[in-house]
């Protein structure tokens, strides 16, 4: 089949890569248009971009994806199918017409659960177990489409949203091609997705990430695994924003009022509503990541000294 695929992120280019070894054609790429990176904020190709410029691969990079222009180009390019993984933009009705067999989304939850931009950050957030990755067919409701097929995952107890991620996109990759090839044959029937179990998963602002000591020791931990390595959980010290990596519970440590700073030779305790936390690796302003060790010993907290 002729295929045109979307996707932005590196979460993005193992499904691409995958379906590049498929003996499915993929005529063009399309991704969110160059953006400025890096200290000198340079203008950047998208990592799914540069994968299609490495096999010569024709990229779109429409502004938004009812562009006349690129509805028309899209046309031109007669897709079969247009498979998406997690692409960072809308695609209108005017779009989903256009390839023979529709858009199939690589969504990385088990639907009707977690919809939305940021469903692996959510399921730990909330304490999930399992999760999954399903591939459905797009339709205009917000991942709401039935489903040709998915898989499961565990989802560990030290898991971060950036490893579950990379987990489900290698799994991922293999499940979507499984799945084109299956609509190629005629072989696959999409299952609606059932009535119940809906949840929804909007992306994590900055404000989420904002810790907030005053919760339990797991509740603290799930969030700052949620939000690495975005993004990116934080707290204040002395008014100024501090980033915390990595934490884990300290059951043997006398109890500290939440957000109180306790140093000790190896380790760097944290107060919570529950056991401390001993701190993991931190990020001052302006600096890069450091052991919590190394940063009490610049920082110097004071006995009683708190993050907020």
């Known amino acids: 089949m002729r295929l045109v695929f979307a996707g932005t992120p590196s979460v993005a280019v193992p499904p691409l890569e ?19 990176a890096g200290r000198g904020r340079k203008l950047q190709r998208s990592p799914v971009g540069e994968v299609a410029d490495a096999h010569g691969i024709e990229v779109l990079t429409p502004a938004k994806a009812g562009d006349p222009e690129f509805l028309a180009r899209l046309a031109a390019l ?14 209108p009705p005017s779009a989903l017409e256009v390839p023979r067999l529709g858009w199939v989304n690589l969504h990385f939850s088990l639907l009707p659960a977690w919809r939305g931009a940021a469903p692996v950050q959510h399921a730990i957030l909330h304490g999930d177990e399992l999760t ?3 591939v459905f067919q797009l339709e205009k409701g917000l991942d709401t489409g039935p489903v040709f097929g998915q898989l499961t995952e565990v989802i560990r107890p030290d898991d971060t949203a950036g490893a579950l991620l990379e987990r489900l996109s290698e799994a991922g990759a293999e499940l979507l091609a499984q ?3 299956g609509i190629a044959a005629g072989a696959l029937q999409a299952v609606p997705q059932p ?15 904002h810790l907030d000591w005053s919760v339990p020791a797991f509740a603290v931990d799930r969030r700052i695994r949620a939000c690495t390595p975005a993004p990116g959980a934080w707290t204040t010290f002395r008014g100024d924003r501090v980033k915390i990596g990595a934490v884990r519970t300290a059951p ?19 107060g919570t ?8 690796e931190v990020v001052p302003p302006g600096k890069k990541a450091m052991p919590a060790t ?8 004071e006995p009683g000294e708190r993050f907020e």
Not at 18 to 36: I, K, Q
């Open 78 to 91: 007669a897709p079969d199918l247009a498979p998406v993984v997690a692409y960072g933009g809308l695609i």
């Open 252 to 270: 043997d440590a006398e109890r500290l009022e939440p957000g109180e700073l306790r140093v000790e030779r190896k380790r760097i305790l944290v």
């Open 195 to 209: 009535a119940d179990g809906v949840s929804l998963a909007p992306k994590l602002t900055a404000e989420d990430a």
């Open 179 to 181: 799945v084109v090839d």
């Open 18 to 36: 995958r379906l590049l070894r498929s003996g499915h054609e993929v005529v063009a790429v399309v991704t969110r248009p160059d953006a400025p």
């Open 294 to 301: 190394d940063w009490a010993r610049g920082a110097r907290p």
């Open 132 to 134: 999954g990755a399903a």
């Open 273 to 280: 509503a529950t056991d401390p936390v001993v701190l993991g």
